[in-house]
């Protein structure tokens, strides 16, 4: 028989398993927390918000649709793009009317990301559905266009908790898919949501370009270059404005707020 000290130290090591258990969830459910389209609406969001339904697991997190990047020549395999190789597999679940659509008009359009994490950025690549893809087929690098319609390089950034892209979609109508990519700078992972988009009919006209901005308003301060190391304090024009470096910085876009301060 134990003694009533020797079951209180038991019950003091139980009590302490369980509470390193706990955190280690904690910890694990916060390493999974990176990003999805909010807007449009990526499948695994509406999932998420109840309006598509029976998708899995998907529902407690549509921000960890993450997969190898490469896409398209490397990355998720064929038939798990929706599900970012196979993690969440109801996504992958493909017919004309096993989702909830959002209505778009080709041309002019802004996609914006909600990320959860501000993972050092590669790239952002988008691409759509061919104009005669099979919308009751598995969906497949066949069934895309693989040139992308837009893509953004960001030389290792780190973004903004919210990430806007003014993109043009090519002409489409009626029922197709996009494929949004963020490529992690830093890991062998990107992350890979689909919107389900219904075209009506009808195009937003391109706004065309703004005028370009003096690339050095301010010639006191050098234009910011992806290739020199800027250290606390250092100022450079970009797009038109000045920015100070908070540290030590090599590849960071002035205009990351963690990395630089607007001055003018």
Not at 65 to 87: N, T
Not at 108 to 116: K, R
Not at 216 to 223: G, K, L, S
Request: aromatic share 12%; hydrophobic share 35%.
């Amino acid at each position: 028989m134990f003694s009533l000290k020797m079951k209180k130290k038991i019950r003091m090591v139980g009590v302490t398993i369980v509470a390193l258990g706990l955190f280690s969830f904690v910890g694990a459910q916060a390493v999974s927390a990176h990003g999805y389209v909010e807007n449009p609406g990526a499948r695994g969001l509406l999932c998420s918000q109840g309006i598509n339904l029976d998708c899995g697991g998907i529902v407690w997190e549509p921000q960890s649709l993450e997969g190898p990047k490469g896409f398209p020549e490397a990355g998720v395999a064929d038939g798990q793009i929706a599900s970012a190789g196979g993690v969440f597999p109801k996504l992958d679940e493909q017919s004309a009317d096993r989702w909830a659509k959002v209505d778009l008009s080709s041309g002019a359009n802004s996609f914006t990301w909600h990320l959860t994490a501000r993972h050092s950025t590669a790239k952002w690549h988008y691409y759509i559905t061919k104009p005669d893809w099979n919308p009751n087929e598995p969906l497949t690098r066949q069934q895309f266009d693989l040139v992308p319609f837009y893509e953004q390089y960001d030389g290792g950034a780190r973004p903004e908790e919210k990430v806007t892209h003014d993109v043009t979609i090519p002409e489409r109508s009626g029922y197709h898919v996009i494929l949004a990519v963020w490529d992690v700078a830093d890991t062998a992972n990107a992350f890979y949501n689909v919107i389900d988009v219904n075209f009506s009919g009808g195009t937003n006209p391109d706004p065309g370009p703004g005028p370009d901005p003096d690339p050095n308003p301010d010639p006191q301060y050098p234009v910011w270059s992806p290739t020199t190391v800027y250290l606390n304090g250092d100022r450079v024009t970009f797009n038109g404005n000045v920015y100070e470096a908070k540290w030590w910085t090599l590849g960071e876009t002035p205009g990351n707020a963690y990395v630089w301060t607007l001055i003018e």
